[in-house]
């Protein structure tokens, strides 16, 4: 009976550590502290007949919502004499998936203008997406990050992008797509952050205008996505242990069957001494994680 109380006692010991284990790997890694995130159209026609201007269109999220929001906003105008006017659409998917993901899905923004004639319609409108969003890393993090930007008869900048610790002279990360048609790509950056205060901002959008006939248009679009995760978690379950230990070898080694055997996860987190670079001098920090002093 001894043995079997022991054993009763052995499991309940593995439960409360599976436990401990399940509590741990749901830790936030990204904590939102603020934003602005908006999509928004204007569209603006005009003939002899009058104005049919449908003004400016825009929506946002709750103030303290920070979790995947998605919304469409429509607008026309139309010239009342000749038929031509303004169209503009523009739709957002993104958000903070509660742990430690920023995305925005699918960004579509779009503005076009035409038909119309004598004796006179101009039209003009826009459309476009602002995503910024402040946020805390609790503690030291390591990051993925990759975006698509871009689209076209964009006014001056462009597409804007970029990150940046709260309080730094210079942004961590910038791109910009120039105006008036231009599209970046980036995939696969990785780096480190120290713990801190931090702010994603996307600024894009696009507009289109005629006089008299004729037409045009133009749309952009935004997908991007930075994950971050815990130096040293290689097989990315939310925390550190002996289990992440043949992948970190596997990281320093051979990254290509890295990203075969762990294809949901990043090597990003082999950066153990926080400097943005993955190499030999990383074993001793790795070590230092799994079995502090
Ligand atoms: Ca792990
Ligand atoms: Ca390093």
Not at 118 to 139: E, H, K, N, R, V
Not at 207 to 233: C, H, K, Q, W
Request: hydrophobic share 35%.
């Amino acid at each position: 009976m001894q043995a079997r109380g022991r054993s009763l006692v052995s499991t309940g010991v593995v439960v409360l550590g599976s436990l401990a284990l399940s509590a741990a790997a749901a830790a936030q890694l990204i904590i939102p502290t603020a934003q602005v995130r908006k999509v928004y159209g204007q569209a603006t026609a005009t003939d002899g007949a009058g104005t049919d201007d449908t003004g400016l269109i825009e929506h946002e999220p709750p103030p303290d919502f920070f979790g995947i929001w998605t919304d469409p906003v429509f607008g026309a105008a139309t010239c009342q004499q000749d038929g031509g006017g303004m169209n503009f659409s523009a739709s957002y998917t993104g958000g903070w998936d509660g742990l430690d993901t920023i995305s925005i899905g699918t960004g579509l923004s779009s503005a076009s203008a035409g038909g119309g004639g004598p004796p006179t319609c101009s039209a003009s409108g826009l459309a476009g997406q602002i995503f910024q969003m402040s946020f805390t890393l609790p503690q030291n993090a390591t990051y993925s990050l990759s975006y698509l930007m871009g689209g076209n008869s964009m006014p001056p900048p462009g597409g804007v992008f970029y990150l940046t610790q709260m309080g730094a002279p210079e942004p961590i990360l910038e791109d910009l797509a120039a105006a008036p048609d231009n599209t970046v790509v980036q995939s696969n950056i990785r780096g480190s952050l120290p713990a801190g205060d931090y702010q994603i901002n996307f600024d894009i959008r696009t507009e289109a205008s005629f006089v008299n006939g004729g037409g045009g248009g133009g749309g952009n679009g935004i997908n991007f996505t930075f994950r971050t995760y815990l130096p040293g978690d290689l097989n990315c379950d939310g925390f550190v242990d002996l289990g992440d230990l043949d992948p970190f070898v596997l990281a320093l080694t051979d990254i290509a069957e890295y990203d075969v055997q762990y294809p949901d996860c990043d090597i990003s987190p082999a950066d153990c001494s926080g400097d943005s670079v993955i190499n030999g001098s990383d074993i001793e920090g790795f070590v230092q994680i799994l079995l502090p002093d």
